[in-house]
C-alpha cells in the first residue's frame, strides 16, 4: 500500500461490490430550443467497488460527456445518477464540490501545472482536503510519486518530463488523496504501446491495492484486457455491457 506513515486522512473504504456509480435512464442534450441536440439516451449502468470498466465507443459517441456527469463536472438533466449513494440529479454545487474529493480524474492531456514542480502538482490535489495538512500533503505526495517509479523526480518541472512520466505524475495526482472512483479518459492515447501498457497496469495495481473503482474511456484495443467489463457507446446508447 503507497501510504505514508501517519496519515490522518482516510475514509472509510467502499466494501467490494458495492455500487459506486448508479446510473438509470440518464438523459443528456446540448443546446436550447432548436438547436438542442441530444447526446446520451437511457443510459442505464452500475460501477461497484474494485470493478475496473472500458467505456469504448466511436468519436462523438457522448463518451466524455457521460465520464463529466459521473464526475460531477456537470449537471444532470434527466434520469438518475447516484456516485456514492448521493443523487446528483437535483444536486446543488456544494453537493458536487464535496463528491468531487472523492475522485480521481486522469484525462489524456494531462493538465499538469507548467510552474509547479512534480511534487507540488501531486500536492495540490491533496490540498482540496482540509483534513491534510501542508507536511502530510507533502510527504504523501512523495510517498505517490515514488509509487509509480518516480522517486527520483519530485523536483522536476512537467516541461523535463516525458509524456510517460507526465502521465504518472497525474496518475500519482489522482491516486494520492485515495479515492473511491476515478475517471480516465484515454490516458494512454499520447503514449507509446510499451509505456501505455505501464501506465494502465500501474493504475490496475494501484486501484486494486486500494479497492476503489475506475471508468477508463480507450479507443486502444491493447489494454482492453485490464478490465472486468466492457461497455460500448454508439450514437449516445450504451448497446452492449459484456462481463469478461
Ligand atoms: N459543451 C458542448 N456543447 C455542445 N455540444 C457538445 C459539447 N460537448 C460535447 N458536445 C457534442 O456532444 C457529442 C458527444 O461529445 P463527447 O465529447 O461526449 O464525445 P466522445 O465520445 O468523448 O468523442 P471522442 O472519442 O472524440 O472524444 C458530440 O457531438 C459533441 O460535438
Ligand atoms: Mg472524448
Known amino acids: 500500500m503507497p501510504t505514508a506513515p ?12 458495492e455500487a459506486v456509480v448508479v446510473i438509470e435512464g440518464l438523459e443528456h442534450a446540448f443546446g436550447e430550443g432548436d438547436l438542442c441536440k441530444q447526446i446520451l439516451f437511457d443510459i442505464n449502468l452500475t460501477i461497484r467497488a474494485g470493478e475496473i470498466v472500458i467505456l469504448t465507443g466511436p468519436s462523438g459517441s457522448g463518451k466524455t460527456t457521460l465520464l463529466t456527469l459521473i464526475g460531477c463536472l456537470r449537471s444532470v438533466q434527466q434520469g438518475s445518477l447516484q456516485v456514492l449513494e448521493q443523487e446528483l ?14 475522485i480521481g480524474y486522469i484525462f489524456q492531456a494531462h493538465n499538469l501545472l507548467e510552474f509547479l514542480t512534480a ?4 500536492q495540490m490535489a491533496l490540498e482540496l482536503h482540509p483534513q491534510i495538512s501542508p507536511k502530510q500533503a507533502k510527504t504523501m505526495a512523495e510517498s505517490m510519486l515514488s509509487a509509480v517509479g518516480l522517486g527520483e523526480k519530485f523536483h522536476t518541472y512537467p516541461h523535463a518530463l516525458s509524456g510517460g512520466q507526465k502521465q504518472r505524475v497525474a496518475i500519482a495526482r489522482a ?7 476515478i475517471l ?6 499520447a503514449l507509446d504501446s510499451k509505456t501505455g ?4 497496469d500501474l493504475m490496475q495495481k494501484l486501484a486494486q491495492e486500494q479497492g476503489c473503482a475506475i471508468l477508463l474511456v480507450t479507443h486502444d484495443h491493447r489494454i482492453l484486457d485490464i478490465a472486468d467489463r466492457i461497455v460500448h457507446l454508439e450514437d449516445g446508447y450504451l448497446v452492449q455491457d459484456q462481463v469478461l
Open 6 to 17: 501517519g496519515i490522518a486522512f482516510s475514509p472509510p473504504a467502499t466494501p467490494l461490490s
Open 119 to 122: 511534487r507540488q502538482n501531486v
Open 89 to 102: 440529479n437535483g444536486a446543488n454545487k456544494a453537493t458536487q464540490i464535496q463528491l468531487r474529493r472523492y
Open 175 to 181: 491516486l494520492a488523496s485515495h479515492p473511491r472512483l
Open 197 to 200: 501498457r505501464e501506465v494502465v
Open 184 to 189: 480516465a479518459d484515454e490516458p494512454t492515447a
